[in-house]
């Protein structure tokens, strides 16, 4: 009979995709982009300037068909060979599926699809890097970027609880941990359970656990978690 997996468990953020070419979301200041983070990603910001908003998610499309998936993204997709594995991402682009990953949980949208603008159930995949004015939905309302906004609610956070609670592996890749509700998952992981975290800095952490540490950037960092965890596995 053949032996089961062990469920690994990788939380991602923006750290994963910044040697892909991508920026991270609070670079500089709260800005991102050039552009205050409540501009772009807020209700607020959608009804005060539709049309800057759509131009921001549509350039930030643009910019993603020119990056490409680094090897950090390919190792996790790699370990689905010997783990079964779900990554939870903070991350909007879709580098995790074009590196080959199959079960992702996106906590903050995705930038490849559109939602209505007045019922977030309504998910299109986009075949095309714009949305346009008078591009609509099928109750005829604009369509809008995929992405959680601040101050919307985290759809997929009930989802990403429930798999980190029979995670064996818990594995935390380029986040600073310090945005909630998706920081909090780290209580959620079962006591029995390794927790190992890849980042350059030193991140603050309000958990009392072992953590294993890797201070490396998330290529770096994934060669060393891969060589650990498959002598220990």
């Known amino acids: 009979m053949e032996k089961s997996k062990k469920k690994l468990v990788a939380f991602t953020g923006a750290g994963i995709s910044a040697e892909s070419g991508i920026n991270t979301f609070r670079d500089s200041g709260g800005l991102w982009e050039g552009h205050d983070v409540m501009e772009v990603a807020s209700q607020e910001g959608w009804k005060r300037n539709p049309l800057l908003v759509q131009g921001f998610y549509n350039q930030r499309r643009k910019q993603l068909l020119d990056c490409q998936p680094n090897e950090a993204h390919e190792i996790l997709a790699e ?3 010997h783990f079964d594995v779900t990554i939870i991402t903070q991350n909007v682009d879709d580098l ?8 992702i949980i996106h906590l903050h949208g995705e930038l490849s699809k559109a939602q209505s603008s007045i019922d977030s159930n309504l998910v299109y995949k986009l075949s095309t890097w714009e949305i346009k004015e008078g591009d609509l939905c099928e109750m005829g309302s604009q369509l809008r ?4 906004w601040f101050g919307e609610q985290v759809a997929m956070m009930d989802d990403a609880i429930k798999v980190t609670e029979h995670a064996d592996i818990f594995l935390v890749i380029g986040t600073s941990l310090q945005v909630y509700p998706a920081a909090g998952l780290l209580n959620h992981v079962p006591a029995s359970s390794n927790i190992y975290l890849i980042d350059p800095s030193n991140p603050t952490m309000d958990v009392e656990r072992k953590i294993t540490f890797f201070k490396n950037a998330a290529t770096v960092g994934m060669r060393n978690f891969k060589t650990l965890i498959q002598k220990e596995s």
Not at 96 to 103: K, L, Q, V
Not at 145 to 148: C, M, N
């Open 96 to 103: 995790h599926e074009r590196a080959g990953s199959t079960a």
């Open 79 to 81: 370990l689905e060979q």
């Open 145 to 148: 970027p995929h992405i959680v």
